[in-house]
């Protein structure tokens, strides 16, 4: 009776939150990056999580899906300092010591600007900002950023994976690796600026992927409270298939490093 038991297949069901740090791979091309606005080394910690479905094919496998939350912040922003010092530049459109270029609809208003994963495209001239242009160019289509200021790119995905989960230590305190790929859908996109004047939302970023595809690696640890409840915890490595931008100028997949710790309930 014991071996019948174990031959048919289990379900669990559970929640998971993580921690993850986000690291930017991206590459562009020599015009693009030309003026492009430089990516900042401080990478924040984003919070994501959802609900697990997993099913048992045996002992050892098992299937694991789920709908899950995730987030993803780029920040950039021309520094005036180099080398613990502050340089001034000059351009052929004016003084200017950040040397990132902007284009701007002389209709509407509209402000673009290049960044590390992809063009930050600006509902208006923000508030505080000051531009550097030619006095030439009356209707101020090209210009510089002259004054200090940080843009923070902001993405949230629907993720909806699917893992192959194996059992190397079948215990109380298990042990498993996993691993599979991921269809991760953008549900949020928003540009901030954060300048002396505070930090307030500015645009969003063009050209951005609705769909993509990821891959996932990982080590689980299940430790049994009861005959059905478990605590889980698996840091984990995603890593991106394709670019998040289909701009051609462009190719930015980031990775992930994160640790989703949960509880799960098997029937």
């Known amino acids: 009776a014991q071996n019948e038991k174990e031959k048919k297949g289990r379900w669990l069901v559970g929640g998971q939150v993580a921690p993850a740090y986000s690291v930017t791979r991206a590459s562009h091309s020599e015009q693009y990056a030309s003026t492009m606005l430089?990516?900042?080394?401080?990478?924040?910690?984003e919070l994501g999580g959802g609900v697990s479905v997993e099913y048992k094919t045996s002992k050892r496998w098992s299937l694991q899906s789920g709908v899950y939350?995730?987030?993803?912040?780029?920040?950039?922003?021309n520094s005036g300092y180099s080398g613990g010092r502050k340089e001034y530049a000059f351009s052929d459109q004016g003084a200017a010591y950040?040397?990132?270029s902007v284009n701007i609809d002389a209709r509407t208003s509209n402000m673009m600007m290049n960044s590390a994963s992809g063009v930050i495209e600006?509902?208006?001239i923000p508030s505080g900002i000051v531009l550097g242009t030619s006095l030439e160019d009356k209707s101020l289509s090209s210009a510089v950023v002259v004054s200090e200021a940080q843009f923070i790119q902001n993405f949230e995905y629907i993720e909806i994976p699917l893992y192959l989960r194996y059992t190397l230590i079948d215990s109380r305190f298990?042990?498993?690796?996993?691993?599979?790929f991921s269809s991760n859908l953008l549900v949020g996109n928003q540009t901030f600026m954060d300048s002396g004047d505070g930090k307030?939302?500015?645009?969003?970023?063009?050209?951005m992927e609705a769909l993509n595809y990821s891959g996932t690696l990982?080590?689980?640890?299940?430790y049994d409270l009861s005959k059905h409840i478990s605590l889980n915890l698996e840091p984990r490595i995603k890593y991106y298939l394709n670019s998040l931008s289909n701009n051609s100028s462009v190719s930015y997949k980031p990775y992930s490093i994160g640790v989703f710790t949960g509880v799960s309930y098997e029937f």
């Not at 939350?69 to 922003?77: D, N, P, V």
């Not at 307030?200 to 050209?207: L, P």
């Open 218 to 222: 990982g080590i689980g640890f299940r």
């Open 174 to 180: 298990d042990v498993e690796m996993m691993g599979g």
């Open 98 to 100: 950040f040397n990132a």
């Open 200 to 207: 307030s939302r500015v645009g969003k970023t063009k050209d």
């Open 38 to 45: 430089n990516s900042s080394s401080d990478t924040p910690v």
């Open 69 to 77: 939350y995730s987030g993803l912040e780029q920040k950039s922003g």
């Open 122 to 124: 600006f509902s208006g």
